[in-house]
């Protein structure tokens, strides 16, 4: 992976401004923060998104991929406000499970997201490389 760092430009903090890859391609539908029971085991924020953190690695496992070859991510959120004050537990849920902070990422908030109890969905693309 080869992350895009236009000349002048300073870098990103958590995440990159692009990325160029070459390999097999896996798209991981949006996650939110249930278990395999379709149960959601916490009603915060950053408890909702470590589970989808681990639920994507599950299907990237799926691919034969890691959490290293993620390279785009999206977030979409219903609260701008408490997506920021859970940076710090988001930012450790990240680290301890995806690890690499290199993928394009974007960060939405909306009004409603399809499961009602749901307060994230992260949907990410992954290549695996040649």
């Known amino acids: 992976m080869r992350v895009l760092l236009p000349a002048g430009w300073p870098r990103p903090r958590g995440y990159s401004n692009g990325v160029a890859v070459r390999g097999e391609m896996v798209f991981v539908a949006g996650m939110v923060g249930w278990d395999t029971d379709g149960r959601f085991a916490s009603d915060t924020l950053a408890g909702q998104a470590r589970q989808a953190l681990t639920n994507i690695v599950a299907v990237l496992q799926e691919a034969g991929a890691k959490p290293e070859h993620i390279v785009r991510m999206t977030w979409y959120v219903l609260d ?50 040649d």
């Open 80 to 129: 701008k406000r408490a997506y920021i004050a859970a940076a710090a537990e988001l930012g450790a849920a990240f680290r301890e499970i995806i690890g690499s902070y290199n993928a394009a990422m974007s960060a939405v908030e909306v009004s409603a997201l399809m499961e009602d109890a749901a307060l994230v969905e992260i949907e990410v693309t992954a290549v695996i490389p």
